[in-house]
């Protein structure tokens, strides 16, 4: 099993950035897709970042519309560590924000599967 935690949320005035960082620890061998969801109050939780955990030629990453251009994911595996920097962070990015670790890649976002997940931490984006 995997156990993530999740840190680096907190208070940013809009415009500012903020870098998540996801420590797992476990049978991290059996992680091939690591992830970054959001939710915000009354709204379902959204896939924000996700990228494959094997070395590629693409280091292939799929990055949802909502935060393309501003939000970027990365990841060291001997860290055993994921990230997710948010630049330009608007109100909107409001969000407890969510690690998440998945048995398999796979580029359609509706079909890939998460088996572990974070207990979040919380992003407020105000003025």
């Known amino acids: 099993q995997v156990q993530l935690v999740e840190s680096g949320g907190g208070l940013m005035q809009p415009g500012g950035s903020l870098r998540l960082s996801c420590a797992a620890s476990g049978s991290i061998v059996s992680v091939a897709a690591m992830g970054w969801y959001r939710q915000a109050p009354e709204k379902e939780r959204e896939l924000v970042a996700m990228i494959t955990r094997a070395a590629d030629a693409n280091s292939a990453t799929n990055i949802a519309e909502s935060v393309k251009g501003r939000f970027t994911i990365s990841r060291d595996n001997a860290k055993n560590t994921w990230y997710l920097q948010m630049n330009d962070l608007k109100p909107d990015d409001t969000a407890v924000y969510y690690c998440?670790?998945?048995?398999?890649?796979?580029?359609?976002?509706?079909?890939?599967?998460?088996?572990?997940w974070g207990q979040g931490t919380q992003v407020t984006v105000s003025s």
């Open positions: 998440a670790a998945g048995p398999d890649w796979q580029l359609d976002l509706n079909k890939i599967s998460w088996n572990s």
